[in-house]
């Protein structure tokens, strides 16, 4: 149940906000934003230690960030299968997946945002579709764009449902309510203009950062933005870490959370 929030301003010094929240099994193997990558120079993201890839990467030269969800549909062949974590490294470099061999691919969400632009391609194992987002606030969830598209997920190939915990009715019923409860917060929250000096997480991103904390709900509370769900024998899924980007012309701030919900927990990446 991964999120992407992303706030379009083109007459604003810092024309897009993009938050990445990543739900995941919380023993799954990660490391922080680093540039992990030798043969990606420039590249700047965190590192799941499963398959190699990420979940958003950063190039803070072009500048140009890319970040993934987990989709709904068709799962590739699994003799074929390839990591979905590579994905935020083809569009923070600036590439299309369009001219990729997509059947490779289990389904996705993919954002490429960059200060004149930001595109959303999903992928459902059949097809691909691309959405050239406008002015405002944008939310993505495992069924796509504010929600919207898409049946129930069966199980995916982890053993778990392929976009979060828990049976994919329940799931729909989480997304819809954490739409509910954050979208209109979200809309009328004062947009912050994140500066590029060393001023702290908290003043940088105003009104956004108690929100993108949890805006205060239990981890369990089924509208959370954060969740937290033990699903017994030893297996727990929830969000493992937060990230944070603004991306002005010839600028890029990153700021990242290992302990979600914690306000004095972020720390600068870029």
Known sequence: M????????????VPVLLAG?????????WERPAPHWPDRPGLVGGRDLRAGGTWLAVDPAAPRAGVVLNGRGRFAPEDRRASRGE???????G????ALSLDVFDPFHLVAAEPGRVRLWSWDGDAL???ELGPGVHIIVNSGLEGGGGPAPADGPDGGPDGGAGDGAREDAYMAARLSHFRPRMLTAPRPRPGFGDEPAGKAWGAWLPL???DGLARADHRALLPLIDLGGGNVWGTTSVSLVALAADDARYDFS??????????RVL
């Open 87 to 93: 994905l935020p490294l083809l569009a923070a470099s």
């Open 95 to 98: 590439a299309d997946p369009g």
């Open 2 to 13: 991964c999120t992407a929030i992303i706030g379009i301003d083109p007459s604003s010094p």
């Open 258 to 267: 290992a302990m979600p919900g914690d306000p004095a927990a972020w720390t």
């Open 21 to 29: 929240v990543r739900d995941e099994f919380v023993n799954r193997a």
């Open 212 to 214: 993108i904390d949890g």
């Open 129 to 131: 579709t691309e959405h």
